[in-house]
């Protein structure tokens, strides 16, 4: 039986004209996959190889100078070598990144699926079991990139890709092409990110593997709980509770979760970054043989949380067992 059905419009036609220059002299772009944060995803030809694949376009500010064009342009090349060195298979494949008039692109692995943010709402939360399961294959893909000494810096739902039919979870996104159009406050921090920093991030430190594994636990708590430890309604709010506030806790608001589910979880959650797991290979093990114990003896159920549940979810009707990892596919 699939996880979910969904019924999508046909991906949009590019409007009648002549054809684009392809990027890069290489990949020739083609319809439209979707668009949202000032950037569009468009399938193209990779001319070299003949495969498809997915580039993200993201539109320049319009007084850029020489000077920062050459940065990006820097920026784009150096973060897309870094991301080529990821060979993992719940991790999206980067191929080239570039500047081409007012636009930064990037091309990357087509992936089909659904990003995590369609089940960050009560209505439609997946089983206890599967959440456990898509983290621990995030928290391993995490650890190869870190291993790699490559930090995401903007782990989301959104950036989480999953086919649950398929059994396939791919990360995406790791800080390349990042939308320059994005709403900025005078701090530097998008909008739609602050929520899933750690602590040391807001008060200025850089990004590392210790800040990845809060957003993953930012991340895990809204799908188990509907809610983020963090709620706010302004921007500033949200910020001065995730700094002086105490967070909402997943057992108070998950009483019926096993505590070892719960506490998997909160460990992530560590205000300090040497309290949280130094080693998301071993978390990761862990997690799945949790969520592999859960499965054998849990039935799925769905509790109001931060608000009434609906009725119904895409998974949760599904028989429950373990993701399978498909084998990486990359073009030649």
Known sequence: MSWFSSKRPPP???????????????????????????????????????NTVAVKLVRLPADLSANQRQ???????????????LEHPDIVAVYEAGLQGQQAWLAMEKVRGVDLSRYTHPQRQLPENLVLHIGARVAAALAHAH??????????????????????????????ARDASAALTRTGLSLGTPAYMAPEQLAGEPAN?????????????????????????????LLQSMVNGPPATLGNLRPDLPHSAVDAVQSLLAKKPADRPADLDAWAVHTAALAAVMTRVMAPIHPPTCEPAGLGSDAQSASISPLSTPPPQRPA
């Open 147 to 176: 291993a790699q000494g490559v930090v995401h810096r903007d782990l989301k739902p959104a950036n989480v890709i999953v086919n649950l039919a398929a059994g396939q979870v791919k990360l995406a996104d790791f800080g390349v």
């Open 71 to 85: 940065e990006w342009a820097a920026r784009l090349h150096r973060e897309a070598a870094l991301a080529r060195r």
């Open 12 to 50: 949009t036609q590019p409007h009648p004209g002549p054809a684009l220059p392809a990027l890069n002299g290489r990949f020739q772009l083609g319809v439209r996959l979707g668009e949202g944060g000032g950037s569009v995803v468009q399938e193209a030809v990779d001319l070299r190889t003949g």
């Open 209 to 237: 593997a210790a800040s990845d594994a809060y957003a993953l636990g930012v991340m895990l708590f809204e799908l188990l709980a509907g809610c983020r430890p963090h709620e706010a309604d302004t921007l500033g709010a």
